[in-house]
């Protein structure tokens, strides 16, 4: 038995270390062979010679460093593209995600589920929650895709899911998204996410929404078809005003004093019009962006390949 444990990494030097003595702890524990790909996705601190040190001490340690910051996403889809082992875990390199719970993912797989979720409980409930909670029962309701509430990116996949994984190349990547898509048997572990170890949150309120948006435009033409019917909505309304200010006119001779209401539907038309503009620019957008047909990622350099110096495209 092999497996591949993928780890993003971006400015995360102060929890490597920790993160390493602790998957190398659990790991023994749990025999096999194991490979640890760390993706160093663009960091601007020392975390890069940190993972060159822990390749030359322990060979599992396998490094994959990107010319830039390409992000989380492409990051998880390098580790996936050059994983060997029999089962791939993806997990974060901020100890959020315990390194502990590798065992229990393992057992659930050997049970004979290809997909192993994790799903984030907290202590508190905060304002993310409730924003995380909004997203996934929308995804749902607009997709048809069962993500669960408080999904991560923590998780299990088996090899066949993997090869699944890697035929989709498109480049508004929502991984979570997608390991719902391609189906399997899937089994969930709940688990109480740490606190960060050390550093700052990659995913700022504006990359949260990003990614949302991303997610929610490449499993869904749903608000194309909203937009449709708020027209004909909104049609409909102006044409039972249209009937109702001639029917007013034509029995009782009085124009009707229309200003304040003129105005009013001119703001919500307008405003309106603009939103539905922006929903189709994004899809349209998507468009433009797939058929660049830019690599995902950009390689600099390799350490615990077959091959370590050359720089490549994906």
Same mark, same amino acid.
Request: net charge neutral; hydrophobic share 45%.
């Given at each position: ?36 790909? *760390? ?15 822990? &390749? ?9 460093? *990107? ?36 065992? $229990?993912?393992?057992?659930? !797989? ?12 907290? &202590?508190?409930? %905060?304002?993310?929650?409730?924003? $995380? ?13 069962? /993500? ?14 993997? &090869? #699944? ?18 189906? *399997? ?18 995913? $700022? !309120?504006?990359?949260?929404?990003? /990614? #949302? ?13 909203? #937009? ?6 909104? %049609? ?22 229309? !200003?304040?209401? /003129?105005?009013? !539907? ?39 390949? #077959?091959?370590? $110096? ?5």
């Amino acid at each position: 038995m092999t497996l591949s444990v993928i780890l993003p990494v971006c400015n995360e030097e102060p929890n490597l270390i920790l993160l390493y003595d602790r998957l190398d702890a659990v790991t023994r524990g749990v025999g096999g062979l194991w490979e640890f790909i *760390f993706i160093d996705d663009g960091s601007t601190d020392d975390s890069l010679r940190c993972l060159e040190a822990l &390749h030359a001490k322990d060979p599992r340690v396998k490094v994959i460093s *990107f010319t830039r910051n390409f992000g989380h996403q492409a990051a998880l889809t390098a580790g996936l593209d050059v994983m060997v082992g029999d089962a791939a875990i993806l997990m974060d390199a901020d100890l959020q995600h315990p390194p502990e719970l590798l065992k $229990s993912l393992i057992d659930q !797989w050997r049970q004979g589920f290809e997909i192993v979720h994790t799903r984030r409980q907290n &202590h508190h409930f %905060s304002a993310k929650d409730l924003l $995380s909670s909004f997203f996934y029962r929308l995804f749902r309701c607009m997709s048809g895709i069962d /993500l669960g509430v408080n999904a991560a990116d923590f998780r299990l996949l088996d090899r066949r899911v993997v &090869h #699944a994984l890697r035929q989709f190349r498109e480049r508004s990547r929502f991984i979570r998204g997608l390991t719902g898509w391609v189906g *399997f048997r899937v089994g969930t572990i709940p688990y109480f996410a740490e606190a960060r170890h050390a550093g700052q949150t990659k995913y $700022s !309120w504006s990359r949260m929404v990003h /990614l #949302a948006i991303d997610g929610l435009v490449s499993f869904s033409t749903a608000p194309l078809y909203w #937009a449709i019917y708020t027209g004909f909505i909104l %049609s409909g309304l102006g044409l039972a005003e249209i009937v109702y200010a001639l029917i007013t006119r034509l029995i009782t001779h009085h124009a009707l004093p229309g !200003w304040t209401s /003129l105005i009013i !539907w001119i703001s919500l038309i307008g405003g309106l019009q603009l939103v539905l503009m922006g929903v189709s620019g994004m899809y349209i957008a998507k468009i433009y962006e797939e058929v660049k047909e830019r690599p995902l990622y950009l390689i600099r350099r390799r350490w615990g390949f #077959a091959s370590e $110096s050359e720089s490549e495209s994906v």
